[in-house]
């Protein structure tokens, strides 16, 4: 089977720093990926990690454990526009060219 | 330089009755894919294409068809709607390599069926 565990929601004020989790188990594996989501919109690409470490793009930091199955989504100096919903997503899973989404956390970001 | 784009945006549908969703990408991206998105469910692959004229089976392709006959075009249909198929379709399209991790979605086509 598989499966990815991420918090259904985080809650956080401006400026401050959010870690978001996320937890699989899947029969491949090639990499974590993390998306955001605004409203229902286009979800767009944050980071992807295929090896263990972490990955920093500005604000926003990945990390990546694979003896553990574990990754985080770091969001730093955290903006009301940050308040979206973050997905990991695990490649290799269901072949080698798909990814396979958690369900996804919802992260209010308040003044 | 248009992205990823989906026609209708918006539609309702009666139980029994067939529609066809359209994704077009102007990236000349060889990899194209239709998800749904459910309230609690994150985005579920149904279908995807490595290729023009190549499909394979996602997770949940139960009830749809599609077919890649151009590169950049990228189709899903459904025969006989179901009351559980009202949900949002996302198309997405990649490139081949790790980038194929960086998937570049439309704006998705909110369905309904009654």
């Known amino acids: 089977g598989q499966s990815l565990e991420q918090p259904s929601e985080v809650t956080a004020v401006e400026g401050a720093i959010v870690q978001i989790n996320c937890t699989y188990q899947?029969?491949?594996?090639?990499?974590l990926s993390w998306y955001q989501q605004h409203d229902g919109g286009a979800p767009t690409f944050l980071s992807y990690?295929?090896?263990?470490g972490l990955e920093e793009t500005g604000r926003f930091s990945s990390f990546l454990s694979r003896s553990d199955s574990y990754g985080y989504l770091l969001l730093q100096e955290l903006q009301m526009k940050d308040s979206a919903s973050y997905f990991c997503?695990?490649?290799?899973?269901?072949?080698?060219?798909?990814?396979?989404f958690g369900k996804g956390t919802m992260l209010l970001v308040s003044p | 330089n248009a992205g990823v784009t989906q026609t209708p945006k918006f539609r309702v549908l009666k139980t029994g009755q067939s529609m066809t969703l359209l994704c077009a990408q102007d990236?000349?991206?060889?990899?194209m894919y239709w998800y749904r998105q459910d309230p609690g469910m994150g985005l579920r692959l149904i279908h995807y294409?490595?290729?023009?004229?190549?499909?394979a089976k996602g997770e949940v392709p139960d009830g749809y068809n599609v077919s890649r006959l151009k590169k950049q075009n990228f189709l899903l249909g459904l025969e006989s709607a179901a009351p559980s198929q009202t949900s949002v379709y996302f198309c997405?399209?990649?490139?081949?390599?790790?980038?194929?991790?960086?998937?570049?979605f439309g704006p998705g086509t909110r369905l309904t069926v009654l």
């Open positions: 997405a399209s990649s490139s081949p390599g790790h980038n194929y991790n960086e998937q570049f």
């Open positions: 899947t029969s491949g594996f090639y990499g």
């Open positions: 990690n295929a090896l263990d």
């Open positions: 997503a695990v490649s290799g899973n269901s072949g080698y060219s798909t990814l396979t």
């Open positions: 990236m000349n991206h060889e990899y």
């Open positions: 294409s490595v290729g023009e004229g190549t499909t």
